[in-house]
């Protein structure tokens, strides 16, 4: 959706690093926003996003499997700037109860994790999606960990809706990129953070860490979540004196193919998939972070 930071330009380097072409699109979807989000003001960065873009390389270094040049360098291919009435030909508002026209949706995988608080959410990205990958056809299609459940959601689409590109398992899901000073999630969002509330934003992936050690040293679900809330709650106090306002919208453990909250007794060796999602969403003043650590192996989960 632009505003590009470092995450979107990792999944950008590792297209070159894998593609020939590499094609991106920016647009910001106004089908998965709710009506009280923050459509209106989300960050529109376009010319600095393309003098980023352009800046992005990857130099050949040997000859590939397809007898590639030496020395050759790939940069992105195409940009794809579609205006809102190119993507919802027949118009688009976002009360999903007045929408004309044709909708993706992914029934039984939208409304847990990121869906409970976002009930429409998913069925506005994974519509934009569809049209998307309509537009381009990509052999491989590259997201970010950061939205964890979306990507997940999309490889189950593509495989539903029998759509010949990608193929489910080339749908990437990439490593979250993090801020080096407190492994805050990069998000373009973040820009709508002050200084001070800067500060305290790392809070959410600590919290979520103090979870994944419980977790990896055996402890339950819920002592898993308790150690998150721990800090958390230590945190909110601390961010309250000095006047900024903190507050957990949630911090779950889901098993990574039904999305379903895990049983409060669950343990690592009892959880019965092959890899758990431990995820969070925190509001810092007016923005909404999220972030999530998989623990096992998300490759041996299906779509
Ligand atoms: N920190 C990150 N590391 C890796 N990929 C990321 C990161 N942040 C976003 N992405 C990925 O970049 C793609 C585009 O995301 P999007 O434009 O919504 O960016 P965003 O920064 O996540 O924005 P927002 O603040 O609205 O969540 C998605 O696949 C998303 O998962
Ligand atoms: C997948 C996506 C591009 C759909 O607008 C958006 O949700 C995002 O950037 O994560
Ligand atoms: N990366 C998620 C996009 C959104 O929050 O709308």
Not at 105 to 130: I, L, N
Request: glycine share 6%.
């Amino acid at each position: 959706m632009g505003a590009l930071h470092d995450g979107h330009l990792s999944l950008v380097r590792r297209s070159l690093a894998e593609n020939d072409l590499t094609v991106l699109s920016i647009f910001v979807n106004p089908a998965q926003f709710a009506p009280h989000e923050d459509l209106a003001t989300y960050p529109r960065t376009l010319p600095r996003d393309l003098e980023l873009l352009a800046q992005q390389t990857f130099s050949l270094s040997g000859a590939d499997a397809q007898g590639q040049v030496q020395g050759q360098v790939r940069t992105p291919s195409a940009v794809f700037l579609p205006s809102v009435h190119d993507m919802y030909p027949t118009g688009i508002v976002q009360d999903v109860a007045q929408q004309k026209g044709t909708f993706v949706e992914v029934k039984g995988y939208s409304h847990q994790m990121e869906g409970q608080s976002r009930p429409t959410f998913f069925r506005g990205v994974a519509t934009v999606v569809t049209k998307l990958f309509n537009a381009v056809q990509p052999t491989n299609a590259y997201f970010g960990q950061k939205d964890i459940q979306q990507g997940l959601l999309l490889r189950r689409m593509c495989r539903d809706l029998l759509l010949p590109n990608p193929a489910p398992e080339r749908l990437h899901i990439c490593p979250t990129a993090r801020d080096p000073s407190d492994g805050l999630a990069l998000s373009s969002r973040n820009a709508y953070m002050s200084e001070k509330e800067r500060g305290v934003a790392g809070t959410l992936y600590k919290a979520l860490q103090a979870a994944e050690s419980a977790w990896t040293s055996g402890k339950t679900k819920t002592e898993c979540v308790a150690s998150a809330l721990d800090i958390i709650s230590t945190a909110t106090a601390r961010a309250v004196d000095e006047g900024i306002e903190m507050k957990l919208e949630y911090v779950e453990l889901n098993d990574s193919e039904t999305f379903e909250v895990l049983d409060s007794a669950s343990k690592k060796d009892t959880a019965g998939c092959e890899a758990v999602i431990l995820s969070g969403a925190l509001r810092v003043g007016k923005t909404r972070l999220i972030d999530n650590i998989v623990i096992g192996d998300l490759n041996r989960t299906v779509p």
